[in-house]
């Protein structure tokens, strides 16, 4: 098999793989053929070196590789073809991820969503605790009532609210982090679905 054949079959096999991806792995191979002849080596023992173009194929469209049909070109014999799925088949598989992820989200990713941030807001409640020696001067300047066991409960009170308002702060992180990531792995699932189409 010589340059031409080679790069033909290769073509022909990398039929699913997106137009600029494809352009820039023909390209490479393109090189590997000048960088061979430079070195004095035939095309024909290039190509035997960088395999058969099925094989290369398989490697780099991993999933996307379907063996639908065969051709038969006058020049090469018959030769396997790399088809697309149909247009149906992927339709409904986007449909179908689409209701899984449906699904998903409705029976998991929203009751925990709700869950995550439930806890956050409790706890961002309790940080309210901070605010207590405010309530106890306003007892004592509109009410006249000091009492000194309601100022060292006001001031441990705040106490715990600070912390409480620090541990709200670092979940509060934490839950937009994970609540981001998972509308993102969403997001990608069914991008991912569509992208295969083409």
């Excluded at 820039?24 to 090189?31: H, P, R, T, V």
């Excluded at 100022?151 to 937009?176: D, E, N, R, T, V």
Aim: net charge negative; proline share 4%.
């Amino acid at each position: 098999m010589n340059k031409q054949q080679f790069m033909q079959l290769m073509e022909l096999q990398l039929s699913a793989m997106d137009p600029q991806e494809r352009a820039e792995l023909l390209a490479d191979y393109e090189q590997h053929f000048e960088l061979g002849l430079v070195d004095g080596r035939t095309e024909e023992d290039i190509a035997r070196e960088l395999g058969q173009p099925e094989a290369i194929a398989r490697e780099a469209l991993g999933d996307r590789y379907v063996l639908d049909t065969m051709i038969t070109d006058h020049a090469y014999g018959v030769m396997p073809t790399n088809i697309s799925p149909p247009q149906s088949s992927t339709t409904a598989r986007n449909v179908f991820t689409g209701i899984g992820l449906i699904f998903l989200n409705l029976m998991l990713g929203l009751p925990l969503g709700l869950l995550l941030w439930s806890v956050w807001l409790t706890v961002a409640g309790f940080s309210l605790l901070a605010l207590t020696p405010i309530a106890a001067v306003i007892d004592v300047l509109f009410f006249g009532e000091y009492v000194p066991s309601k100022l060292f409960f006001s001031i441990a009170a705040c106490g715990i609210g600070i912390l409480f308002a620090m541990l709200a702060k670092y979940l509060f992180k934490a839950f937009s982090s994970v609540t981001v990531q998972y509308v993102r792995w969403n997001k990608k699932r069914y991008k991912g679905s569509i992208m295969d189409d083409y």
